[in-house]
Structures are given as structure tokens and as C-alpha cells.
């Protein structure tokens, strides 16, 4: 079975600093890994994927991502936050076959100017 | 939210009630999800579809119907069997092997 964990419910950075989501997996193949960002009352967007190639993934609003196949894990990066990047953030994982997306449980960022 | 939209944005409940949520895409997708979100516990897995006239359950189907009649649209239905149904609603679509895209959500209230 597939499972994800974000080990931190919340994470507070100051606008400026670097910021760094983490998540870790599991599956039974290769995993397909994805980063959404949801603010209040509102649908989940689409910030980045692994699929395969380059372990550093790069998504929208300058975020990227480090797939690490030896630790199992996909954190979240962006080298410089801003008071508008504060929201909730979940991580995603599937094997190679077509099935839905299991889902952490999400961490809430928040960043103080 | 990208070619998905989903009707009502908010929805009342009264206790024994059936409610419908509506949950339509233009993006040509065959795979279409709904998922629960409750505070604290992330997205949970309710029913998927990834082909006309054929779904199956998620996670915690109990007390929800669907049915996948046309391509485009994906209707929920909460049932009065659904003891706690008090929460937002998203739907998902999605072509083969690649990321899906979020409608903007229900939000269900039972009064």
C-alpha cells in the first residue's frame, strides 16, 4: 500500500529566509511524486511532480523539490519565502500504475514579514 | 481551477436528507476522483471513475453513491447512511499517468 507523511503540522519562517517542506514515502514500485498548495476555501493547485530524470524538480512560484530514492523522501523547497506563499501544502504519491493520488496530511506554512 | 468546476459552493443539510454535488470538466480527462478534506486528516479517497459507466470505491465510500454517465461530469451523492458528512468536498480529474487537477470545492454543512 502507498502511504505519505509530512512529520510537521506547521512550519514558520521569516520572508526572506530559505523554507523546506518535508515528506517522506512508501511504495511497493517506482513512485510518481507531487507537491500542491491549498489556500482557504479553495481548491488544491498543481505546484510540481517527479516523474523520472533529475532529482531536483523545478514548479511554479519559484518552488522546487529533491527526490532523495534512499531516504524515501520529496521535501519542498524555495530559497526565499514571502508572506504570500503562507498556506497549506501536500504532499502526493502513486506507483507506475494509474491510480489515485494518496495524500499526506498536510503542513501548514506560514511566513512572518 | 482549471476547467473543473463544482456546484454549490456551499450546501445545507438537514438530518435524513440526500444531497447531490455537482462536479463537471472540459479538460477531456478520463480519471475523475472525489476526495473528502476534514481538518487535520488531509484528502481521503471517497469513489474514482477512470472511464465512462465504471467507478470504484475509495477509502470511505460508505454512505456515498456516484455514477460516471458521461465523460464530463461526476456526480456525488451523500446519503442520509453517511453519519457524519459535515465537511469539504473536492473533485479531481486527470489523463493517464499525469498530475490531477482540483475543482474549487463544496463545502456540507449538516443543520
Known amino acids: 500500500a502507498q502511504s505519505v507523511a509530512q512529520p510537521e503540522d506547521q512550519v514558520n519562517v521569516a520572508e526572506g529566509n530559505p523554507l523546506t517542506v518535508k515528506c517522506t514515502y512508501s511504495?511497493?514500485?517506482?513512485?510518481?511524486l507531487f507537491w500542491y498548495v491549498q489556500y482557504p476555501n479553495r481548491g488544491l493547485q498543481f505546484l510540481l511532480k517527479?516523474?523520472?530524470?533529475?532529482?531536483l524538480v523545478k514548479g511554479s512560484y519559484g518552488f522546487e523539490a529533491e527526490f532523495n530514492k534512499s531516504q524515501t523522501s520529496f521535501h519542498l523547497k524555495k530559497p526565499s519565502a514571502l508572506v504570500s506563499d503562507s498556506a497549506l501544502y501536500f504532499c502526493?504519491?502513486?506507483?507506475?500504475?494509474?491510480?489515485?493520488?494518496?495524500f499526506g496530511k498536510g503542513t501548514r506554512l506560514s511566513v512572518i514579514a | 481551477d482549471g476547467g473543473i468546476t463544482q456546484s454549490p459552493k456551499y450546501l445545507f443539510r438537514k438530518e435524513g436528507q440526500n444531497v447531490t454535488l455537482s462536479c463537471e470538466q472540459n479538460?477531456?480527462?478520463?480519471?475523475m476522483y472525489w476526495y473528502r478534506q476534514d481538518p487535520g486528516q488531509g484528502l481521503r479517497l471517497i469513489y474514482y471513475?477512470?472511464?465512462?459507466?465504471?467507478?470504484q470505491k475509495g477509502d470511505i465510500a460508505e454512505g456515498y453513491s456516484v455514477s460516471r454517465e458521461k465523460k464530463e461530469s461526476f456526480p456525488l451523492t451523500v446519503t442520509s447512511a453517511q453519519k457524519n458528512p459535515t465537511a469539504f468536498y473536492l473533485c479531481?480529474?486527470?489523463?493517464?499517468?499525469?498530475?490531477?487537477?482540483f475543482g474549487p470545492g463544496t463545502r456540507l454543512t449538516v443543520l
Open positions: 479531481a480529474s486527470s489523463s493517464v499517468y499525469n498530475e490531477q487537477f
Open positions: 511504495v511497493s514500485g517506482n513512485p510518481y
Open positions: 517527479y516523474i523520472t530524470g533529475d532529482n
Open positions: 502526493a504519491v502513486r506507483d507506475e500504475v494509474d491510480t489515485p493520488l494518496v
Open positions: 479538460l477531456n480527462h478520463d480519471a
Open positions: 471513475s477512470q472511464i465512462v459507466n465504471d467507478f
